[in-house]
Structure formats: C-alpha cells, structure tokens
C-alpha cells in the first residue's frame, strides 16, 4: 500500500516563500505519479503540479507556472513543492496524492480534466498554507 505525508505548510506574507514535501512510499513499481493538489474554502479541489517520479518532468497548472516549483528525490523517497510569490489567493490545504497512473495518464490535462479522487487513491492528510497580504 502507497503511504503518503506531506509537510512544511505555514504562514507567510504575499510575496514570500515555502517549501513543501511529501514522502511517498510503499509503492510496488519503480515509479509512481504524484501530485500536489490544493482546496480552499468552498472551492473544488484544485491540481496545481504533478510528476511521473520514472519521467521526472513535471507539469504546473497556469495559476501557479513560473512561481512553483516540484522536484524530487529519488534517494528519499521524497518530492517537494517549492512555493514562491506566494499571493493570497494560494491560501489553501495543500494535499499530495500518489497512484499506479500510466505516463500517458499522468498529466495537467488528466489532472484537471477528472476528479482529483477518481485518479488517485493515495493522499496525504494535508498541509495548510495562508497567505496574508
């Protein structure tokens, strides 16, 4: 069983920086997608990143491209959402989720054309991120 937990969530003024990370493990291939994925307050829940560990090429939804950064870890196991220029309307749980996703599946496209539970059966119980102005 895929075992997921996320970390660094805070509180920050706008323009400012965090880091998340999210240790995933227990999976039986040698690669697993992975997604970061956000809900705030009466909103749906939103994909804002996303990786195949195998490709290593990740894809950002148009809200956050150019100020987030995801990366990963091979060695331990552990992928990472840089956040920068963090605005107030990125205050949100930040979810990270994991799935046995085929690279053909495992795209912004995919991501944000299906619902987030549907695709993924692996999540993490959230990390908060507020950003003040």
């Known amino acids: 069983r895929i075992e997921v937990g996320e970390s660094g969530g805070g509180s920050v003024q706008a323009g400012g920086s965090l880091k998340l990370s999210c240790i995933v493990s227990?999976?039986?291939?040698?690669?697993?997608?992975v997604s970061w994925f956000r809900q705030g307050t009466g909103t749906e829940r939103e994909g804002v990143a996303v990786?195949?560990?195998?490709?290593?090429?990740?894809e950002y939804a148009d809200s956050v491209k150019g100020r987030f950064t995801m990366s990963q870890d091979n060695a331990k196991n552990t992928l990472y959402l840089q956040m920068n220029s963090l605005k107030p309307e990125d205050t949100a749980m930040y979810y990270c989720?994991?799935?046995?996703?085929?690279?053909?599946?495992?795209?912004?496209?995919?991501?944000?054309?299906?619902?987030?539970?549907?695709?993924?059966?692996?999540w993490g119980q959230g990390t908060q991120v507020t950003v003040s102005s």
């Open positions: 989720a994991a799935d046995y996703l085929a690279v053909s599946d495992c795209h912004m496209t995919t991501i944000q054309a299906r619902p987030a539970k549907q695709l993924f059966d692996y």
């Open positions: 227990g999976y039986t291939t040698k690669s697993v997608c």
């Open positions: 990786i195949h560990t195998g490709t290593g090429s990740p």
